[in-house]
């Protein structure tokens, strides 16, 4: 196939749009590959397009090959099956809903557990139909309030979501690893450095659940790996509660005047001040910090929680917001403090926290907090603090709530090593969902018994379009794209460098030649200076650029690799051959 | 490829679905091959998908073969740019509007014009940049007030839709013809029998404009055609207005008792009886029948309108519906007529209709009714008629509308001879839109001389999703789907019909060579009856069957053909050979 660039439907940009801050949405845009139609929501033009449809073609390759069936479901649901699993209500604003002529609910699809699970319920009615793998490469919405980085997180995308349905667990697990393996070799295909970590699933519910993440510092995920192996989002990763210590030799509590530590910093300033400690410094690490928020449930009800962790840790809202969902969280504002005069701000204590005490609040602590360990912590009273109060002798919490900040160093939970943190792009999630949507829907088959049985299932994503993304912020420089190979929109980008028929007929010939041998060719034949199209070509990024200029009065023709920079001169006799060998 | 039947996602039924009256999607349910999901939303099994990706990729290589280029818009659209086009309020109830979480307005794309349009005036800014045609295959919205017949009228449906852009009329006729010259490729090879008719552009605007119809008897399209070659959607028939005829030698006109006759026929019959007319009774033909409806704008403003019309005819709804839109046709009710006590129900008359009339109702006559024509007509009394009332010398109209029905044997407008009706299913429109768009949303050009010009567009349309039952309903019969070759899910079924290492063996080795020669074949190996097994093959319709049964003994198999039912046996050991030369 031979596009001329004189007829492409193209414009290239020579600045960076100013909505746009990480490369490859600079980039996308830039190139003529995608624009923006609304906030979070794209158009693809002819290159991008192609790019999203060479993705696509990976991603289904390797789901045949996986034994998975292709379906497609709507994109503009009914109401009653997200009202019969609660997701409905607890996707929240997330979700778009709308109303038909008629008054009836609709939504436009964010993911399509509930579909899926009804039409296999119409469909196999016996254990002789599993293990089934389906799955649909389909656009999907959701209303995110913060859509960024261009098709890195818009509002409407494209997905492959596929869903297995197995009899027992032993299948579920089998069903789960076929779309691992599948997964790597589509990520492999795409040329993307990525990490597969353990993952939270979130609102999805369900055990078992890994992510693919692109390697990328744009990338929205932060998560942490060992030397020794371990991988997770940070979301997933969970700190083994501290041992019990002995508090035997530990004083009584005692309240100190603490005057104007309304903060930790000021607070461990005052402590050695006026209270040091023989032997160590106060620090941070000493004190029991209080943070109260506001959890919004999906029902609407809002309920106070109190979270008690080391002074010198921050609570990481992610890893609060997937430890809470489907609740989100609000913040616990001035006006929540004056209805509770029992809290006092800067100086909350354990004294009033807890379903049984003054302020009913809900009290969770962080697992480093170790029963018998002792710490400084608010006296619920203006300038006080309590000090050698101790966790099991002086207080009791309702409960643990994983969700300090990790810090790079922090040892991995399976003691395989400390941990160094990365930001990633989720490209691929699967997991483990188990039997909560074939129970609030009903899937039940036969099984060998003629026993009716829950069939278990497995949720798997793949981000189609995000991909296009993953790829170009994997692989750019300061002047433009670089395509693998496998997702390029076209294999050779031939540039006419030079006037008179000698150069533009060894050109056109050598297009003619390429297009035969199955070469997909962009051939700029533009009427402008070879400066403007060595800059395209560079911001456009095809694998390989085969310049045709001057040289062809000497019988040889540029060669040039997009990705290394490297150039070679080709005898124009053989260019055709050499180049599609390059070029596949 | 090889697909077992055993684990194919499938079921299919012995009986037709309740909702379903039209044969295919009868079929198309019982075959396994779609599910409804919701009124007029239906999802894709891996059959039915597998023929729309088939349909796809025949509608992708013609246009891409025009030179089209191919891009992709999203279905969620922001409100302005339809605003923009006052479309916004011209869809009416058909459009599903939502609102997301900001409160920003959106609607999901019927139809594409304006996104189109923006996109090329922020690509293009020369005439170098033209002609450009540019396509997508797309999933679409309406809110279908009757969503019917499975897929051949849904709410979500797929189309292709593109546009092209000329810099002037000449160029926008050449764009249009080689859209034409694309359609007329892309039905023949979907094996469809279809007819091209002249077609109103509707709510879209523009001018020259023509219908791809589908012959079916389910079709939701009444088209005419004459002998002499004339062929046209019935609401684009055009009826030439009547030649004035002399009335020196009609009377004055004279009101006449005609108790109790509010319809047609009790008119007629009483006239005949009390005032009977020499020479020739009275007919239907000779009154003039007046028909009051009510418009609907889109800004919700009602008015109503009276039709004046030859008491033999009825008003075409789809001809008025065509004739009035952007405006909707609604009742005029009891309570309407309370409203107008001028208004006689029965015995409306041209003395009170008309916007200079005690009415004020604004009056349009058929274009049968000539000037100087005398009518049989209502007095606006109870039980009284007015008889010899001229056209022009009694009563005047505030002009013309052309939406009595068409008949059998009704003249072609152009003179070809008499029509005759038939039904069709609209699978392409094409037509020029004209500056509409451009000039609504500011699309301007650089021509040759650098002046600015406004670019003229055309814009075309092939419902893809819709070609499936299309094809279905061209060709099925009482047993099942009978797919063409260019279409069909597996280019083979093939049925083991027996048990036995032998019979097995051979069927699972012809299938082997057959995957191996590029054919696609759908592998019967369940362990149901030959007799479940060949009428499931009929209902989902592979163009060629493969039995592979007792024959086997004697080396021979048998080969069916789907469409014609002839069967032939063949040598097993040439099977492979003869079956795939039969089935590419």
């Known amino acids: 196939m031979i596009t001329r660039m004189s007829t492409l439907f193209l414009r290239t940009l020579r600045e960076d749009p100013a909505d746009a801050e990480v490369p490859s949405h600079q980039l996308l845009v830039r190139a003529g590959y995608i624009r923006r139609a609304a906030p979070g929501i794209y158009s693809w033009l002819p290159l991008g397009y192609t790019v999203l449809r060479n993705v696509e073609r990976i991603v289904r390759e390797e789901m045949d090959a996986m034994g998975a069936q292709e379906v497609h479901f709507p994109a503009l649901l009914p109401r009653e099956p997200y009202e019969a699993t609660g997701r409905w209500t607890e996707y929240g604003d997330n979700l778009f809903r709308l109303k038909d002529r008629k008054g009836g609910d609709y939504l436009l699809g964010p993911t399509h557990e509930e579909m899926f699970t009804l039409l296999v319920k119409d469909i196999v009615s016996s254990y002789k139909g599993l293990p ?287 941990l160094s943190l990365a930001r990633g792009i989720e490209m691929g999630h699967i997991f483990q969902l188990g039997r909560k949507y074939a129970d609030a829907l009903g899937l039940q088959v036969l099984d060998q018994n003629g026993k009716l049985v829950t069939v278990t299932m497995g949720s798997y994503g793949v981000g189609v379009s995000r991909a296009v993304a993953a790829v170009a912020e994997n692989s750019h420089d300061d002047k433009g794209l670089i395509w693998p190979r496998a997702v390029a929109p076209y294999q050779v980008h031939l540039v006419i460098a030079g006037k008179g028929e000698q150069i533009t007929g060894a050109a056109e010939d050598l297009a003619t030649a390429l297009g035969i041998a199955g070469i997909s060719v962009l051939l700029d034949d533009r009427n402008v200076s070879p400066g403007i199209k060595f800059a395209d070509a560079e911001l456009l990024g095809m694998p390989t650029i085969v310049v045709v200029g001057r040289g062809v009065a000497d019988g040889v023709i540029e060669v040039r690799d997009r990705a290394t920079g490297e150039k070679s001169e080709v005898a124009l006799a053989e260019a055709a051959h050499t180049v599609a060998q390059l070029a596949r």
């Open 132 to 418: 089934l793998s389906i799955y649909q490469i389909q656009t999907k919405y959701r209303d995110e309030a913060r859509p960024r980085a261009g098709i890195l997180r818009g509002r409407e995308f494209v997905m492959k979501d596929s869903y297995s349905f197995d009899i027992d667990d032993a299948g579920l697990e089998a069903s789960y690893l076929a779309h691992r393996a599948a997964y790597i070799r589509i990520f492999d295909r795409l040329g993307l450095k990525y990490v597969i970590v353990s993952a939270m699933s979130g609102a999805m519910g369900g055990s078992a659940s890994e992510e693919f993440l692109a390697d990328s510092e744009v990338g929205e995920d932060t998560y942490v790996r060992s030397a020794g192996g371990y991988a997770a989002n940070v979301e997933a990763v969970r700190t083994p509660p501290a041992a019990e210590v002995d508090s035997s030799g530990t004083p009584a509590a005692h309240v100190e005047d603490t005057p104007d530590t309304p903060t930790i910093d000021t607070l461990v300033a005052v402590a050695n001040r006026l209270h040091p400690r023989a032997g160590a410094a106060w620090t941070a690490a000493d004190t029991l910090k209080n943070v109260i928020v506001t959890l919004r449930h999906p029902d609407g009800t809002r309920e106070p929680l109190a979270i008690g962790l080391p002074g010198d840790r921050e609570v990481d809202m992610k890893r609060l917001e997937a430890a809470i969902s489907p609740a989100e969280v609000d913040a616990f504002t001035e006006d929540d403090f004056r209805k509770v005069p029992a809290l006092v701000k800067g100086y909350i204590g354990p004294g009033v926290l807890g379903e049984t005490k003054a302020t009913g609040i809900r009290y969770l602590l962080d697992p480093r907090v170790a029963r018998g360990s002792a710490w400084v912590t608010g006296a619920d009273a203006p300038g006080k603090h309590v000090f050698d109060l101790v966790h099991g002798r002086d207080f009791e919490a309702d409960g643990v709530l994983d969700v300090a900040e990790i810090r790079e160093g922090d040892p991995a939970p399976d003691g395989s090593g400390p």
